[in-house]
């Protein structure tokens, strides 16, 4: 999925102003793309997208030197626990076909 | 929006063409300005680097455009008098902490010639008006005035002034005119000895660069200050301010809060009853704390101060609501939201996401101590800069800040950063550089 598509989805409003999807959805289920995507922590550019991983590796209660290979893992457990938002997942996945 | 220059062109080219000639003798002046104030921490001013040229603007405009803000200020005042009958009300309509107007003497503070005799503020200079964003009265107007004198001498006292001759009345000397105001409270002639208040939980944030520097100046002009805090101040039973440490009296009590301390303890005001009002005991009391209510939360209920043909407005500024809302957050390049009564906190809608913009909408709306101001681009100019020993010419954007003192226009300050969509100066971005202007 380009990135134009994913933000027109993450970005969509209500007739007032708000976000179609909260931003808690949006950034519980930022790195579950992250992880689909199969970049690399080592390859992150933004300082936002940065900051959002930290913090995703502290929920994790990762060591703060982990692998690449021990964070895929802990967030796939973690997501298998608090998968992301349906309606916000189907949309994308939609979106993919 | 109209492209001419703001600036005296002519001026501004006559400067630059002698600054590529004279730059090494230019060098030599601002080091010999930097070691003079090198024991007062001021190798630069808070900000990138010593300016290398004044802003030249036409004296006339800016004449005008101080008594059009004194004007303006003098109607703020009248807006906050009639609201003095009725506190509750008082407090509602402006958001402020109604604890706090309870302590103030209102009457007396408000009505002091000492309200409003220093005052700057801030805003956008266009071609046909000066918006005004805020005004300062407080903290930053003393740090401010003692930046211009600091840049007089770098830039009224270097030898371009010197060569082009330019008058050192026309950068306005606000330092030297607050210093007149000073003495005339005093009624000492020349020197006085100054107690400069701030709580002593503010002493670090007021006083973290300046402390030395406000010495410095002062003792150069004849007067000794002291910095002081509720727990070194008292009034004597003869009615003298004195300070506890060293028993000498003061002639006056500058007040130089940012606000913070009183807004969140009000009943700190029980113990230090002399700062109530506009007299500490027998001793004029500068700016005093009346002058909190000229902060950024005061601006929705002035804006009718000055007329449609007027040389200044001030930029349109509504109290935030839950109806307004869908408006703030869908349009957000039209808007700025700003902190009413505390801190500096600035956001700027065309340079800030849509999801952190719709956080500070829903915080200004829950929390009542923000206004939502209408965006306007601070102006362009362009300035030179010293880049690896070599002179570059950067656009810029600036914000003008008029000194008023005593009623009258005397000097300005200019903030400015390179150009960029949605700057602002207050916070001071990392980049920010500081002037005078030259009244051509």
Redesign the interface.
């Known amino acids: 999925m380009n990135r134009e598509t994913l933000a027109g989805i993450f970005?969509r409003?209500l007739?007032?102003?708000?976000?179609v999807y909260e931003?808690e959805k949006?950034r519980h289920l930022v790195p579950a793309l992250f992880l689909i995507s199969g970049s690399k922590l080592s390859e992150v550019k933004t300082q936002e997208m940065k900051d959002l991983l930290a913090e995703f590796a502290q929920k994790l209660e990762l060591p703060e030197t982990h692998t690449e290979d021990d964070f895929a893992k802990a967030l796939t457990a973690y997501y298998k626990k608090n998968p992301p938002d349906q309606v916000l997942l189907r949309e994308l996945q939609q979106a993919c076909e | 929006m109209n492209n001419e220059p703001l600036e005296e062109q002519e001026k501004v080219e006559q400067y630059e063409s002698l600054l590529e000639s004279s730059r090494k003798e230019v060098l030599e002046h601002y080091a010999r300005v930097s070691a003079r104030y090198r024991e007062a921490g001021k190798n630069r001013l808070a900000c990138t680097a010593w300016p290398l040229r004044p802003l030249f603007l036409k004296k006339d405009r800016l004449h005008t455009i101080g008594t059009a803000l004194v004007g303006q200020l003098e109607s703020c005042r009248d807006v906050l008098i009639s609201f003095t009958e009725d506190r509750g009300s008082m407090a509602k309509t402006l958001n402020f902490p109604l604890e706090l107007l309870k302590e103030l003497e209102l009457e007396t503070g408000l009505g002091s010639p000492d309200f409003l005799s220093a005052a700057r503020p801030d805003g956008f200079l266009q071609a046909d008006r000066f918006v005004v964003s805020e005004y300062n009265v407080g903290s930053g107007l003393l740090a401010t005035l003692s930046y211009t004198e600091v840049l007089f001498e770098l830039l009224g006292e270097g030898p371009l002034a010197r060569k082009l001759g330019l008058k050192d009345g026309n950068f306005g000397r606000p330092f030297q005119n607050y210093l007149s105001l000073l003495r005339g409270r005093a009624q000492s002639g020349s020197a006085a000895h100054i107690a400069l208040f701030s709580p002593a939980e503010e002493h670090k944030d007021v006083y973290r660069w300046e402390k030395k520097l406000f010495e410095t100046l002062f003792e150069r002009n004849g007067f000794t200050v002291e910095f002081m805090d509720e727990h070194s101040l008292e009034v004597d039973s003869e009615k003298r301010l004195i300070s506890r440490q060293t028993g000498r009296t003061f002639q006056l009590l500058l007040q130089m809060t940012t606000g913070e301390y009183f807004l969140q303890t009000p009943n700190s005001l029980r113990s230090s009853n002399y700062l109530r009002g506009a007299r500490a005991g027998s001793v004029p009391h500068l700016h005093p704390l009346a002058c909190l209510l000229l902060g950024k939360g005061i601006l929705p209920a002035n804006l009718g101060g000055a007329g449609e043909k007027s040389s200044v407005r001030i930029a349109e500024a509504t109290y935030p609501t839950e109806e307004a809302?869908?408006?703030?957050?869908?349009n957000k390049d039209k808007y700025v939201i700003k902190r009413s009564w505390s801190g500096k906190d600035t956001v700027v809608g065309c340079s800030t996401g849509?999801?952190a913009w719709?956080?500070i909408v829903a915080e200004a709306i829950n929390s009542k101590d923000f206004i939502v101001q209408d965006y306007h681009p601070l102006p362009t100019t362009r300035l030179p800069y010293l880049v690896d020993g070599k002179l570059e010419y950067i656009a810029v954007r600036f914000e003008l800040s008029p000194f008023l003192i005593e009623g009258k226009y005397c000097g300005s300050l200019v903030r400015y950063a390179p150009d960029a969509e949605g700057l602002r100066l207050s916070p001071s971005p990392p980049d920010m550089g500081m002037t005078i202007v030259y009244a051509s």
């Open positions: 970005e409003r007739p007032n102003g708000t976000f931003d949006v | 809302a869908p408006e703030y957050r869908l849509g999801r719709n956080r």
